[in-house]
């Protein structure tokens, strides 16, 4: 039946037999008269007169797909420049009629950068900052930098011009508008950059102002126009769009239904067939229809793909009858509060690294000196033989005057006999407690390196595994427990200690040493002379080369508190040794001033191990003198004219602090001042402060040697000592944007978000080293990409006793090229410090893996949030800079806390003042949000052997709720992005919901009974008893001839009883 009125009017033919389909519906009862008259006044719309507008333009009508009830979308940027679209939306849609709907709310950020540096830099948020005056106190020199000091003042500064108490809330951006314009990216008006997703890729050069302004607000008019293009046909059409896609479609259609009669068919998706359309710039995003069948496709508001022939309503119900009916069983059982998360989504400006894969890094060749002895245990022969009356080791009491001195030879008596005390005074001859392999543990003070030093080459004597361990103080030590676990795990028994620690252990009111929280049994056994027996004159130990043999364990604290023990073989011991001897020079009869722990890590290495190698004498310097007199150690540079100095950042400082009371300094006698934590990034300032001050005294700059080390690699890197003045040390100033996306990127220091790194040296003799990949399968990094150095040496640790799978993560891995081939037939070993390696091979150590926090994709590493808390007045409420930082897992991310000791004269009122002025520190520099931030009384927080803050014990006490804090700031509206979204109701009652409403209502669901054991008399003796032992008892007494059971042999013959 054809329309009489649309004779005179001239339709193109494929709108008259569209006009010709919706007859057919029509008559068919697929669509309604309204439906009908609905899409024939679509179809003929435009091709009626229209009158004319005030400006003769045709008027257009878009709308944005959403959802209702979404909420407002914000995009951020470092730089918070802020432009609202709503009023231009509004110019652009003429006759748009979504008034009653929510409007979108856009930020954008300009970022400001040269187009050569090719990155995105960041600049701290002008809105986030607050005034503060600069401290004059001291605090933790682990942290302290002049530097980031001034940059913490700068940015607080500006946060008093916002009058801003905390920080503003960020917004959350929300998925359920993700569709409308995600498939746009704002061009990038900073610089000309290609990968940084801008759409003026054909541009060059970096556009003005006002050139950027006209790109984003065409930006915004084509990101807007092309969402309507962007959108499903179906919401096209119910909001009134163009018909030019339907038009398309119709005569596509029409072409199919001429040439195939058959009916489409309904139940099957074929896509062998498909139209590409030219779309405008703008509708980049949109869709091209498949094909269902033989018809071309539309799309319900469902998004159900229906055919042009037949309706929406049937194509659901094939679409349902196709489905199952229920779903599987175990789909109603499954956690979807994942699913329920917003998706963080990645920032389309963050840097990425540019550069060319990086070469494995290797050092210079071990040389091998014709003098060197075969093992340790014979160079300890050798000097205590040889030489004697050599001093060895010089020990100081807390006045600083010498206490004890050991030389070579005592030291190799006094081995001797705690090697045959211990293999032959413990347990019986038949039966020894202490056999060759077995551990023993090393307990001694921090002030008796004397005796441990006896204690261990008795061990390696006796081939011994030493595990040195620290003092347990009480039976609740932080951490003690999981020392006791190691102890447990390695097997051992017998514990080595000196006369004044065994005096000071506690001891319960017998007189006994009760065990330990955690610990095994142990037996302690006293290492002084008159406790141990004079070998015999036939006894002599056996002294081999080095082998694979363990000669000690080393302790490691992990992140999470556990304790795990890195094994070190004899053969990696000796080549260490030898490796720190080329690298740092030794010679025989140097004076070393060591005031490091002697115990561990680079104290135990240059102290104990290499001096005896080279004939060395060591001044140890107690950690009670250091309290006591700050200089003492640069005191006994002078008078012993020592030329190597083993010591800490934090050592430094206090010389520094100190100075002022000494004035015959002369440190022209130092030849080498290793700095144990250089891998530390905050180091520097301690390292130049103390050469601006010390220069004036003899000390040069070529003398300061940081070094890089971990318990599994030992020493990475060190800085060898030079004789050329004029060779500059390298450092590097790094935009700390880029280094929590894991990119280089060189900035300058007048930048308040940068962190200024100094090298650590080259790489060790004999050694290769690669940075990795943290994450995932260990490939190789990038020249300009952060990643976790990898060595592969003899010098290094083997394993983690007892824990197989641990040590084939960390010590055997094989770094892998882009194409996935291994660079080495050898494993590397995983330091667990992250860094690059710069030009002319220099190592570059930003952070370590177990002071990593990932925040929604970013990495931030505890040490730099510490040095921006400590920048922001410390002496005045953290408590001898006593401050931590971890991060908790809240609705699976990683969020930010601080917790500090509270100086006990500070109020309410400046501590919350204090705290905000931190939070909003930390905004402007690493731009992140901190979830909670808390104060502690002062000497509340669980400490280390050292007197350190134990961590893991802290973050422990948080997450238990046993803190007790005095004043708390938590700011979650900062740092929780990723809420969940609500939950939708369930279409259909599922098993679930059956078995909830079962147990709601009272409802037995099942139960479980045995087989009836049958009518028991009331009189029967068997109830009196309801143990099986009173059963048995009664049996025996009432039934003795009873035959419970039957021995058959393997002949079926009965076994005699």
């Known amino acids: 039946m054809a329309d009489r009125s649309l004779e005179g009017m001239a339709l193109p033919l494929e709108v008259r037999a569209r006009l010709a389909e919706l007859e057919l519906e029509l008559s068919e009862g697929d669509i309604t008269q309204k439906g009908y008259e609905k899409k024939r006044s679509k179809l003929i719309g435009a091709y009626l007169p229209q009158p004319p507008t005030a400006n003769g333009a045709a008027v257009v009508r878009c709308r944005l797909q959403h959802s209702e009830g979404a909420p407002r979308r914000t995009f951020r940027s470092a730089h918070i420049g802020v432009c609202d679209v709503r009023e231009a939306a509004a110019r652009e849609r003429v006759a748009s009629t979504a008034g009653n709907r929510p409007l979108f709310y856009f930020r954008f950020g300009v970022d400001q950068a040269l187009p050569q540096e090719r990155r995105a830099p960041v600049t ?95 930006w915004i008019s084509q990101a807007i126009h092309g969402s309507t293009t962007s959108t499903t046909s179906s919401s096209s059409t119910q909001s009134g769009g163009s018909g030019a896609a339907h038009r398309l ?94 998706v963080q989504q990645p920032d389309p400006n963050q840097p990425k690294p540019e550069g060319a894969q990086m070469l494995a890094m290797r050092g210079e060749q071990l040389g091998v000196v014709t003098n060197w002895p075969p093992s340790l245990e014979a160079a300890l022969q050798r000097w205590g033989t040889i030489s004697p009356k050599a001093p060895c080791l010089t020990t100081m009491d807390t006045n600083g005057k010498p206490l004890y001195i050991l ?18 005074k413990l347990g019986t001859k038949q039966e020894p407690m202490v056999r060759p392999g077995d551990r023993v543990a090393l307990v001694f003070p ?132 030898q490796a720190l001897t080329q690298a740092c020079g030794y010679t025989e009869a140097e004076t070393i001033v060591n005031v490091l722990d002697f115990k561990k890590d680079v104290g135990l290495w240059h102290g104990i191990l290499t001096s005896v190698m080279n004939m060395m004498h060591v001044i140890s310097i107690p950690y009670s003198l250091m309290k006591v007199n700050p200089l003492s150690w640069i005191q006994k540079v002078c008078q012993y004219k020592a030329k190597v100095a083993c010591v800490k950042s934090r050592d430094m400082h206090w010389a520094l602090v100190a100075h002022r009371d000494q004035r015959d300094v002369n440190l022209s006698s130092l030849r080498m001042l290793i700095v144990a934590d250089g891998a530390n990034p905050w180091s520097i300032s301690s390292c130049d402060a103390f050469l601006n001050v010390f220069q004036s005294k003899g000390l040069r700059q070529e003398v300061i040697c940081p070094c890089a080390s971990s318990p599994e690699a030992l020493t990475v890197a060190i800085r060898r000592p030079t004789d050329d003045s004029n060779q500059p040390p390298g450092r ?79 010590f055997e891995v094989f770094p892998m090229t882009s194409s996935g081939a291994p660079i080495s037939e050898y494993p590397f070993i995983r330091t667990g410090l992250l860094g690059f390696v710069g030009p002319g091979g220099l190592v570059f150590v930003v952070g370590k893996m177990d002071g990593l926090m990932v925040v929604s994709g970013r990495r931030h590493n505890a040490d730099d949030i510490v040095a921006t808390a400590l920048a922001v007045e410390p002496m005045k409420f953290v408590y001898r800079g006593r401050i931590a930082v971890f991060s908790v897992t809240v609705l699976h991310d990683e969020r930010i806390v601080i917790v500090a000791e509270q100086r006990p004269d500070s109020t309410e009122e400046d501590s919350f003042q204090w705290m905000s002025r931190v939070l909003q520190a930390i905004d402007s520099i690493h731009q992140v949000g901190v979830y909670c931030l808390a104060l502690v009384p002062a000497n509340t927080l669980p400490k280390t052997p050292l007197g350190g803050i134990h961590l893991s014990e802290t973050k ?17 509206h900062t740092c929780v992005t990723n809420l969940p979204k609500p939950r939708q109701k369930q279409p259909e009652i599922g098993p679930a919901s059956v078995m909830v409403g079962n147990l709601v209502s009272g409802k037995r669901i099942a139960q479980a009974s045995g087989r009836d054991l049958g009518q028991i008399e009331d009189n029967d003796q068997a109830r009196k008893f309801l143990f099986l032992s009173e059963v048995l008892q009664w049996r025996a007494q009432t039934t003795p001839d009873h035959v419970l059971y039957t021995l058959l042999n393997c002949r079926s013959r009965c076994c005699p009883g």
């Open 407 to 424: 030389t070579y030879g005592k030291l190799w008596t006094r081995s001797m006999k705690v090697a045959y005390s211990i293999l032959h």
């Open 956 to 972: 422990q006490l948080f997450l238990e709720g046993s803190l007790h804090p005095c004043n708390v700031l938590m700011c979650p």
């Open 446 to 577: 921090n002030n008796d390196p004397a005796a441990f030093m006896a204690a261990f080459y008795g061990c390696l004597l006796a081939e011994v595994v030493p595990v040195p361990i620290e003092v347990p103080l009480t039976r609740k030590d932080a951490g003690s427990q999981q020392i006791g676990f190691l102890l447990g795990s390695c097997g051992v028994t017998v514990a080595l200690t000196s006369d004044a620690c065994h005096k000071g252990l506690p001891k319960s009111p017998t007189g006994e040493i009760p065990q330990f929280k955690g610990w095994p049994k142990l037996l302690w056994f006293v290492t002084e002379s008159k406790h141990l027996s004079k070998p015999p004159r036939d006894w002599f130990p056996h002294i081999k080369d080095a082998n694979n043999d363990t000669a000690y364990i080393e302790y490691k604290t992990c992140k999470d508190g556990s304790v795990l023990g890195v094994t070190v073989t004899r053969t990696a011991l000796l080549t260490h040794c």
């Open 249 to 342: 479609a119709d005569v596509m259609a029409q072409t199919h239904i001429e040439n195939h009669s058959a009916p489409p068919d309904v139940t099957t998706y074929t896509s062998e067939h498909s139209i590409q359309v030219e779309r405008p710039q703008g509708s980049t995003g949109s869709r091209t229809a498949p094909k269902y069948g033989n018809a071309e496709l539309m799309e319900t508001g469902d998004g159900v793909p229906v055919s042009s022939r037949v309706s929406a309503k049937i194509q659901q119900l094939v679409n349902t009858l196709k489905r199952p009916k229920r779903p599987p069983l175990r789909e109603f059982f499954v956690d979807d509060f994942e699913e329920l998360l917003e």
């Open 124 to 218: 701290p948020s002008s809105a986030s900052r607050y005034h503060r005056r600069r401290s004059s106190g001291s605090r933790d020199e682990r942290y302290r930098s002049d530097v980031h000091t001034e940059a913490v003042q700068a940015a607080l500064a500006k946060h008093k011009e916002r009058k801003m108490a905390v920080p503003m809330p960020s917004k959350r951006r929300s998925l359920v508008v993700q569709t409308s314009m995600d498939a746009y990216t704002p061009p990038d008006t900073s610089s000309g950059s290609e990968d940084e997703g801008s759409v003026q890729g054909d541009s060059q050069g970096t556009p003005t102002s006002s050139q950027g302004s006209i790109n984003m607000e065409h």
């Open 732 to 810: 590097g100033v790094l935009s700390m944007h880029g280094l929590t996306y894991g990119v280089i990127r060189v900035d300058s220091e007048e930048k308040l978000s940068v962190l200024t790194v100094q090298d650590v040296g080259l790489v060790m003799p004999g050694a290769i080293m690669c940075s990795v990949k943290p994450d995932g399968v260990p490939q190789l990094c990038r020249t300009d990409e952060i990643g976790e150095l990898c060595v592969c040496a003899v010098a290094t640790g083997t394993s983690y006793y007892g824990l197989s799978g641990m040590t084939k993560n960390t």
